[in-house]
């Protein structure tokens, strides 16, 4: 019982990391690499390397260049072009590198499918999200966006080695969220489609 209850809390600090890489990659692995240091947070075998002294520092120049990268117009956009492949890898990591008394093959997909497609559809929403205030606001409004992204990513990492259960719930939501926009979003443009094929273009 114990052994099940330590997979099923591992499994949710994992997932809780891998939305947090959805909206920042680096970030996500920053704080997990202070929390081994400190003790907070003990990693599968393999993966105690992320608490050492060289992968905290590359760590926190990935988050800093990660997070002023974003403040820049434009290259913001550049920097959305490789987010979502980035956030996916990141998020099946940081799963992976969390879940422990696991059958390797188990571990790895379901950290793929879980943790990698949570990232990935966060990180999905927030380019969504990025490109429409370039538009609206070419680019200047982006700052907003960029600092909401930013302090969710260190918020629910430090929640999702504190308080994982808590975290998981707050994930199915932010999840339940994305995908119920998405859904939306895709049942607008199957209504407006057939209308556009009907009209008649006028010579």
Not at 29 to 57: D, F, K, Q, T
Not at 64 to 80: C, N, R, S
Not at 139 to 149: A, I, K, P, R
């Amino acid at each position: 019982m114990d052994t099940l209850f330590g997979i099923v809390t591992s499994f949710l600090i994992g997932i809780g990391l891998a939305a947090s890489c959805g909206f920042r990659v680096f970030v996500p692995m920053l704080v997990m690499s202070l929390a081994v240091r400190a003790g907070l947070l003990h990693l599968s075998e393999g993966w105690h390397w992320m608490g050492s002294w060289p992968a905290l520092i590359a760590f926190s120049v990935a988050s800093i260049a990660e997070i002023v990268g974003f403040y820049i117009p434009w290259i913001d956009h550049l920097l959305d072009t490789v987010a979502i492949p980035a956030a996916v890898i990141a998020g099946t990591i940081a799963t992976a590198a969390c879940v422990a008394d696991m059958h390797p093959l188990l571990k790895w997909s379901s950290a793929l499918i879980a943790g990698g497609g949570i990232a990935g559809a966060i990180q999905a929403s927030t380019v969504f999200v990025r490109g429409a205030s370039t538009v609206t606001t070419g680019g200047l409004g982006n700052w907003v966006v960029s600092t909401l992204e930013l302090v969710t990513s260190f918020i629910l990492s430090v929640l999702a080695i504190v308080v994982p259960i808590l975290t998981g719930l707050l994930v199915a939501a932010i999840v339940f969220f994305v995908v119920r926009r998405f859904l939306r979003r895709r049942a607008r443009l199957a209504v407006m489609t057939p209308a556009s094929a009907g009209q008649v273009v006028p010579r």
